[in-house]
């Protein structure tokens, strides 16, 4: 009904009500309107070309999936009815090609003005949703009409939990409004018109799994593809610390088709030349910055240095650290290692920190990742310097990120597992353990550099964290037997401030990941 009840409340639909309100006081020919419900993609090959509409839950879905056992069941708002356009063509004729017959009918071809209303019955944004959690694995969710959501909404403690939580779920705040739309729309004449066409529109459980398959293969807007890294790096200043090597050096590489400005800090300018050849060879840009980032004021320097040439900071990638494999019973007269060690992976890292948040917080954008260890989630022996210079770092990060978070400002740890990089290369007895690339570590970063996600652990490293919480007596017993069972190398030498070994006298242990 054009002329009843139409106070409209979105620009999108103004202007489509006031389209044809023109057609119909002015035009001169005969017209025709068809009012497509929802768009989503193909019943046959689950193929579309934007996300919007019911795609926004799919994120949320996706997480909670991830985040949660399979048997957990989901538990949310029913909603109201609302309207989709189910195509059984594909995306390219989704929506003409159905409308086009109906354009060839002879019994449409008159000159009488038709409206036929492309909206076929209304669905249930419950039964939407249980149609894609069960294409996604999981059990179909309950549902809660109690009202709580609404009186909880209207805080505004939670009214600003939850425009963080749309942002970072991708989910406009004026898609919330259709989920219980008053509207019902007819479909009558398009299905009398579809009559003995051979076009049907399948039921959607029939084929939900269809769509949400596309959308997770090819439109996940957090998908690692080489466009999505483009739209979040792009012209964004990024500082990678460690980067004359290793997962440093690597995630330049991977980032230099993106349009970023890398920004490679360590204390070799030789090898951040060969950096930032290999960057250009590609068409990437990058600026190296020799610094010793185990002294304050260098690093503070060096952000005022990178600000003043490059206007910003929009990330910050603290990858460099140093690693000692000594025992403590082997460190009773060297203080120094823990002291070197904390001021490089934590120290030095807290005042690159403390320097780009000012600039952050003035753009409410920013993000911070922080590269630990999976050694603070398994805590091995011989790693007591190492292990608690990443875990302050990590626990900094817990406590720092819930400050800034509605600031528009995101901190993520990526506690990374064994890599094979130059900083290991001396502890021989890691040739016999499982260990990733440096290029699969780097695909790690910028994973997280897409996603921004609070923490990246891998299962191993997280199978860790649960044992020692649930079994702190047996994970101490499989640690111990594993101090006695693994011995020191023969072979000895530190680690400097880019995670690089460096030959030195041979010690009584070695530096290791």
């Not at 929506?95 to 000159?111: E, G, K, W, Y």
């Not at 995630?251 to 050849?277: D, K, N, Y």
Request: some cysteine; hydrophobic content about 40%; aromatic content about 8%.
């Amino acid at each position: 009904m054009f002329d009843e009840g139409q106070e409209l409340d979105h620009p999108y639909y103004k202007t489509k009500h006031e389209s044809e309100r023109i057609v119909r006081t002015e035009a001169t020919v005969p017209w025709r309107v068809y009012r497509p419900g929802i768009v989503i993609g193909s019943s046959e090959t689950g193929e579309a070309d934007r996300v919007d509409g019911p795609y926004y839950a799919f994120k949320l879905i996706q997480q909670m999936r991830d985040a949660f056992p399979q048997w957990v069941p989901f538990i949310g708002p029913e909603g109201g009815p609302f309207n989709l356009f189910r195509s059984t063509l594909s995306p390219r004729r989704s929506t003409t090609s159905p409308i086009s017959m109906v354009l060839t009918d002879a019994r449409f071809t008159s000159s009488t003005r038709r409206r036929c209303r492309w909206a076929t019955r209304s669905t249930l944004l419950q039964s939407c949703a249980r149609s894609r959690i069960r294409a996604a694995d999981r059990p179909a969710h309950g549902t809660d009409d109690s009202g709580g959501f609404a009186a909880m909404g209207s805080l505004p403690a939670v009214k600003r939990m939850r425009e963080q939580a749309l942002a970072r779920l991708g989910i406009p705040e004026a898609a919330f409004t259709y989920m219980d739309y008053p509207a019902t729309f007819d479909a009558t004449d398009a299905q009398a018109a579809l009559a003995g066409s051979g076009v049907t529109c399948p039921p959607l459980h029939e084929y939900a799994w269809k769509v949400w398959d596309y959308w997770e293969r090819h439109l996940d807007p957090q998908l690692p593809t080489p466009a999505n890294v483009r739209r979040v790096a792009g012209g964004r200043v990024v500082v990678i610390t460690g980067a004359s090597s290793g997962i440093g050096r690597a995630v330049c590489t991977h980032l230099a088709a993106s349009g970023a400005i890398i920004v490679g800090v360590a204390r070799r300018a030789e090898q951040l030349e060969e950096m930032r050849a290999e960057v250009e060879g590609v068409g990437g840009t990058a600026y190296v910055y020799p610094t010793d980032l185990s002294d304050h004021d260098a690093c503070t320097h060096l952000i005022e240095r990178v600000i003043a040439d490059h206007g910003r900071v929009d990330v910050l990638i603290n990858n460099a650290g140093r690693s000692i494999r000594r025992s403590v019973l082997d460190s009773l007269d060297r203080f120094h290692d823990f002291e070197r060690t904390m001021k490089l992976n934590y120290f030095g890292a807290i005042a690159l920190i403390m320097a780009v948040i000012p600039g952050m917080r003035e753009r409410q954008d920013g993000h911070i990742i922080n590269i630990t260890s999976i050694g603070g989630q398994a805590y091995p022996p011989r790693f007591a310097a190492y292990v608690a210079s990443k875990n302050a770092l990590d626990a900094f990060s817990r406590c720092f990120a819930p400050e800034v978070s509605g600031e528009g400002i995101t901190v993520t740890t990526i506690h990374m597992p064994l890599v094979r990089t130059p900083m290991i290369a001396p502890t021989g007895m890691y040739k016999n353990f499982p260990t990733i690339s440096s290029h699969e570590a780097a695909d790690m970063v910028v994973e997280a550099l897409i996603k921004r996600p609070h923490e990246v652990s891998t299962r191993v490293g997280k199978f860790g964290e649960l044992v020692h919480a649930i079994a702190p007596n047996v994970h101490q017993l499989i640690m111990a037997g594993a101090f006695h069972m693994l011995p020191d190398n023969a072979s000895h030498s530190p680690s400097d401030g880019d995670g690089i070994e460096q030959p030195v006298t041979p010690e009584p242990t070695h530096s290791g990941c």
